[in-house]
């Protein structure tokens, strides 16, 4: 069962625009997210974290969001670029481990036109 | 800068084919991980280890088995490659160490094996 679920496989905003990529989880021993980016034949990379103790964190252009009552996350890109053209996945790890796994959404594929 | 190398970016193999693929990071990681990765399905883990010898069963261990001989090498293997066993494989590490508590995972570029 999906403990960690990207409902949206894809989307599209224009150059300039927000782009809000959502994520949901059922799991309430998660207590750290990551989102990462993957481009087409590469490996995913790390892209930006919050844990479960704050409710938002900034990275320039990137800010993630969390809502733990509602077990939400959100990453906004502000502005979007063409650049930021990838697959989105978001991750979460259980409490307490050490052990480094995540646990992966299906990804979303966001385009970015100019 | 964390490294993880995958020997191979691309891989055809021939269907009942024992198959090796190999994955070398250069941080000293404690934890290695194989993922595959299918479209509209995500980052499936396959096999995890968090020391030397040492290998857990992730999501989708079935087809597959792993070794860790050394700490900075990770080796999946696929017993007997089957067509469904074509796939994006991804290697990742990431420090168990308290001070990197929150260390994200880092992957290597993937190797893409066709099964025919």
């Known amino acids: 069962d999906q403990q960690v679920k990207q409902n949206s496989p894809s989307l599209s905003v224009q150059e300039g625009r927000i782009s809000i990529l959502n994520c949901d989880y059922t799991?309430?021993?998660?207590?750290?997210f990551l989102w990462y980016k993957k481009y087409p034949a590469e490996g995913p990379t790390f892209l930006i974290s919050?844990?479960?103790?704050?409710d938002k964190n900034e990275d320039g252009r990137f800010t993630v969001f969390l809502n733990k009552s509602a077990k939400h996350l959100s990453l906004h890109i502000v502005p979007s670029q063409p650049g930021d053209s990838a697959v989105y996945f978001c991750?979460?790890?259980?409490?307490?481990?050490?052990?480094?796994?995540?646990?992966f959404g299906r990804g979303t594929q966001l385009t970015v036109w100019p | 800068d964390v490294k993880v190398t995958q020997s191979s970016r691309y891989l055809v193999k021939r269907t009942g084919e024992k198959v090796f693929l190999e994955c070398v990071q250069d941080?000293?990681?404690?934890?290695m991980f194989w993922y595959r990765q299918d479209p509209g399905l995500g980052l499936r883990l396959i096999y995890f280890?968090?020391?030397?010898?040492?290998?857990e069963k992730g999501d989708i261990p079935e087809g597959y088995s792993v070794s860790r001989e050394k700490k900075e090498r990770f080796s999946l293997i696929l017993e007997s490659a089957s067509t469904n066993q074509t796939s994006m494989y991804l290697c990742?590490?990431?420090?168990?160490?308290?001070?990197?508590?929150?260390?994200?995972?880092?992957f290597g570029n993937g190797t893409r094996l066709t099964v025919t």
């Open positions: 990742a590490s990431s420090s168990a160490s308290g001070s990197s508590y929150n260390s994200p995972l880092h």
């Open positions: 799991n309430s021993m998660f207590d750290y």
């Open positions: 919050i844990s479960s103790i704050k």
């Open positions: 991750a979460a790890r259980p409490e307490g481990s050490t052990l480094g796994r995540l646990y």
């Open positions: 941080m000293d990681h404690e934890n």
């Open positions: 280890s968090y020391d030397v010898k040492m290998k």
